[in-house]
């Protein structure tokens, strides 16, 4: 991985001090953009897999303050929470597995709280072949008991939208049935772009109905001439490209948030190409124009 690596500072150099301390000391932000941004680690799991410091060395390299968790890696919740301070990294937000939710929602407050984290979610609900009504219903269950254990500690659920949730039902989709049956003062939902294009379904349109539900924001691109229309929720990571170049239309998906009032921007990029990717996605949030 050293070229990688070699190559990723070299890229930092080229994006000089406007990447470093973009919009007053801020990674990722620009004239228009102004997030704030942190990143998913689990863009980087196969380097974090192998370094759980040098990777995070990585990621303060690249000037990200706030970081979204994916685990903590055989660390205990406090003991990763020091090693993030130790690297300047602040965590906002954590995804747990659907079955603590389900079967010990205090424990998951607990670590929550270990970690310092403002909201812990779901990215994944189990299910077989179709989602279904009675999966969703089954989840909006799990999702309303959660919000209210966490809230108790002073911590926000929210669920990780990915694509399946928008099977047909009624004059809607499931996914409609979740947001009305989940209680707004509880439960909160992460937009991630590419899980919301890929079934062909419009972004935009999505904020400008739920708006401020959508508390958090994964912010995807994805590879040009991909099918839409898939209700999959999984695709192959090799689609995922540097935002700005791919088939998302960014812009428009930009104002419509930042209008619905999300509060929280994370890049995830699943491609093996991450590490060449995410400067390019940097440079894109610092000079996009809405």
């Known amino acids: 991985m050293r070229w990688t690596w070699c190559f990723w500072i070299g890229c930092l150099a080229a994006l000089g001090t406007g990447m470093a301390m973009g919009g007053g000391g801020r990674v990722g932000v620009g004239k228009d953009f102004k997030g704030p941004v942190g990143l998913q680690l689990y863009s980087l799991r196969d380097s974090f897999k192998a370094d759980v410091p040098g990777s995070l060395e990585k990621v303060q390299a690249l000037g990200f303050r706030h970081v979204e968790l994916a685990g903590t890696y055989g660390m205990a919740p406090d003991v990763f929470r020091k090693m993030l301070?130790?690297?300047?990294?602040?965590?906002?937000?954590?995804?747990f597995p659907y079955e603590q939710f389900r079967d010990d929602a205090e424990r998951v407050a607990r670590e929550a709280k270990a970690l310092g984290i403002k909201y812990a979610g779901v990215a994944w609900i189990p299910h077989e072949g179709d989602f279904d009504e009675a999966e969703c219903r089954q989840a909006i269950g799990v999702f309303n008991r959660a919000g209210a254990v966490l809230a108790r500690h002073?911590?926000?659920?929210?669920?990780?939208?990915?694509?399946?949730?928008?099977?047909?039902?009624?004059e809607g989709t499931l996914f409609d049935l979740m947001m009305r049956e989940t209680d707004p003062k509880r439960v909160c939902y992460e937009m991630d772009v590419f899980w919301v294009v890929f079934p062909a379904q419009d972004p935009v349109r999505l904020l400008e109905q739920y708006g401020r539900r959508w508390e958090l924001m994964h912010l995807k691109d994805m590879r040009r001439g991909l099918p839409l229309g898939s209700l999959s929720g999984g695709t192959d990571v090799r689609n995922d490209?540097?935002?700005g170049a791919g088939q998302i239309d960014l812009p428009p998906l930009?104002?419509?948030?930042?209008?619905?009032?999300?509060r929280w921007y994370f890049i995830e990029d699943e491609s093996p190409s991450v590490e060449i990717q995410l400067p390019q996605s940097l440079r894109f949030l610092e000079s996009v124009r809405f």
């Open 85 to 95: 301070a130790r690297h300047r990294l602040k965590p906002i937000a954590a995804h």
């Open 154 to 170: 002073g911590v926000k659920f929210f669920y990780h939208v990915h694509g399946y949730e928008f099977q047909p039902y009624r």
């Open 241 to 243: 490209v540097a935002l």
């Open 254 to 262: 930009l104002r419509a948030a930042r209008k619905a009032g999300t």
